[in-house]
């Protein structure tokens, strides 16, 4: 158990819907990280919080946003929905109080869009 | 830019025979670089990493991993697998003073009894 929890586990839902991942980081940890996962791209790196604020960006659809709470939790909100978007989503979470430092990644949301 | 690739996206081997998964990596800076696991219906785990010092480098479970800076390569070995190695691993880099780190596409480590 890495200490960094997301939820829902599952999501199926409709093409053209909107739907929004959660995750807790560790305890103490200040950054969160998204990442997809599919079986074409790979894993990619989408976006990276840091307390509160973006700190780098990846390769991000438009269609999607992310925010990192004041109590550090981060929600990754994907919309307008596509067949593509299928994936797992994982969030990963870093102290990053002096590099270098290691991700510690959650179990992830599989994502299925029909 | 810094990219990583990862030379065999599936590597099928016997149980307690040598195993050796290959990484390259390009950056115009200095680079850490880490390996991570990822095991069937799980999240990626931290395998080992380089940050300075000592070439070599060692997980608690066998494996070890060389960096060579002339090659830009960072492979990782086990001189003898288990059933339990089989997993996916992923080569990642991070550039020396930056914050995205730059994962592999990932190689398939499959033991066979």
């Known amino acids: 158990d890495s200490g960094v929890t997301q939820t829902p586990k599952h999501l199926i839902t409709a093409t053209g819907q909107r739907v929004t991942l959660r995750c807790s980081p560790r305890?103490?940890?200040?950054?969160v990280y998204w990442y997809q996962q599919s079986l074409d791209q790979g894993l990619q790196f989408l976006i990276q919080?840091?307390?509160?604020?973006?700190?780098a960006k990846g390769n991000i659809l438009e269609r999607f946003s992310a925010q990192q709470f004041p109590d550090l939790h981060s929600e990754l909100n994907l919309s307008s929905l596509e067949l593509g978007d299928s994936a797992l989503y994982f969030c990963?979470?870093?102290?990053?109080?002096?590099?270098?430092?290691?991700?510690?990644f959650g179990p992830g949301t599989r994502l299925t869009v029909t | 830019a810094q990219s990583v690739t990862q030379l065999d996206s599936q590597v099928p081997v016997f149980e307690e025979a040598p195993v050796e998964l290959r990484c390259n990596y390009s950056s115009s800076v200095s680079v850490y670089l880490f390996w991570y696991v990822q095991y069937p219906n799980q999240g990626l785990q931290l395998l080992l990493k380089y940050l300075s010092g000592s070439t070599l480098v060692e997980s608690i479970n066998g494996f070890e991993a060389e960096f060579n800076k002339s090659q830009t390569s960072f492979h990782l070995r086990k001189p003898s697998v288990h059933i339990s190695d089989t997993a996916e691993y992923f080569c990642?880099?991070?550039?020396?003073?930056?914050?995205?780190?730059?994962f592999g596409a990932g190689t398939r480590l499959f033991v066979k009894a």
């Open positions: 990642a880099v991070l550039n020396t003073g930056g914050f995205k780190t730059i």
């Open positions: 919080y840091y307390n509160g604020e973006e700190r």
């Open positions: 990963a979470s870093s102290v990053d109080a002096g590099l270098p430092y290691e991700q510690y």
């Open positions: 305890s103490g940890d200040l950054s």
